[in-house]
């Protein structure tokens, strides 16, 4: 296949585009290239697609498969524009952040979406942002259209540092303890952006068109922790520590800086959000590894990368260690 990757320079599009070379396929890439190098092997274009639809004239002939990331719907709506008619399979990756509502657990590809928007900026727009692309997808590609709606993608090269920050902790130091929230039924559902990628070039192979929400199996927050601790030889025990003495401590749940990352407090608004009904998408050949192959891997990559670098995500050792201390002083 010739295969066009709008993006290819960080997590799924790299990914995507990383697999396709394997596969034996002609990959271009069009991307800044500020968010990382192109893979090897591929055709890179360099371009800012905020300089508009002057950016595509490099883009020679057709392609079978392209895969767009975007989220401003004017960068999606010109790239249909000048590429729609030469692409024989188109694949949007929208998230599973695009539904209107979160706290519906098991909600499927029917739910509402988010009210559209055509402009905007940050993790309120968001939402907005994806809604509106889906929709000028459906417009100009509907019959050739398939629409991802991922949740939590993990695996090496992950930005967000999300999933991360947790192989990194338990390794750096095997024996203190470390915070987790007092949540026992707190859940987590993600899946390996590699796996992803697979399924995603083939579905574009197999023409495979459609809506799918895409993730791995709803698990308890302290099993996946568990198993990352096994794989890193974790030998220090976790200190449970409730949600109302974390926010005392500046703590957020999620991510970003101190934050206890792939955690949501249980109930309210988020109840549905790391439940979501992924049936669809295991229907149509989506297939997931172990999560202790993700681990050993993930573990890996922190390692190269150092496991005491500044994060985007997770608590800072000095918040941790007042934590600690504040719990060993009997304080909660």
């Known amino acids: 296949m010739r295969v066009l990757v709008l993006g290819g320079t960080t997590f799924l599009s790299a990914a995507i585009a990383e697999l396709a070379l394997d596969a034996g ?3 271009v890439c069009l991307a800044r290239g500020d968010s990382g190098g192109f893979p090897l092997g591929v055709t890179s274009v360099v ?9 595509y004239r490099a883009l020679e002939g057709t392609f079978d498969f392209v895969v767009e990331v975007a989220t401003q719907p ?16 188109w694949t949007y990756v ?7 509502r979160h706290d ?32 000028i997808c459906r417009e100009r590609v509907g019959d050739r259209l398939h629409v991802l709606r991922p949740g939590l993608l993990v695996g090496p090269g992950d930005p967000s540092d999300r999933f991360g920050y947790w192989p990194a902790r338990l390794s750096r130091d095997v024996d203190a303890p470390v915070v987790v929230p007092d949540s026992p039924d707190s859940v987590v559902q993600l899946v390996d952006v590699r796996d992803v990628a697979e399924w995603v070039l083939r579905s574009a192979d197999e023409g495979l068109v459609g809506v799918h929400n895409v993730g791995g199996p709803s698990t308890p927050l302290v099993e996946v922790l568990e198993s990352v601790a096994d794989v890193c030889g974790f030998a220090g025990d976790f200190l449970p520590v409730p949600e109302s003495v974390l926010s005392a401590h500046g703590v957020s749940a999620w991510s970003g800086p101190d934050s206890i990352p792939l955690w949501l407090p249980e109930g ?15 229907d149509a050949g989506l297939d997931v590894r172990r999560l202790a192959e993700t681990v050993r891997d993930v573990v890996d990559d922190e390692v190269a990368r150092g496991l005491w ?14 934590l600690v201390a504040a719990a060993e002083a009997g304080e909660f």
């Open 47 to 55: 371009a800012d697609r905020r300089w508009g639809p002057v950016v």
């Open 309 to 322: 670098r500044e994060r985007r995500a997770g608590l800072r050792p000095t918040t941790e260690q007042r």
């Open 25 to 27: 396929d002609e990959v």
């Open 104 to 135: 519906q657990p098991w909600a499927d590809e029917t739910a509402e979406l988010s009210a559209p928007l055509t402009e905007g900026a940050g993790d309120e727009a968001y939402p907005g942002l994806k809604s509106r692309s889906e929709a």
């Open 94 to 100: 929208s998230s599973c952040s695009v539904y209107a």
């Open 268 to 282: 309210g608004e988020y109840e549905g959000f790391a439940r979501r009904d992924i049936s669809a998408a295991f």
């Open 74 to 89: 004017s960068f999606v709506d010109e790239a249909l524009r000048e590429l729609g008619a030469r692409a024989g399979h």
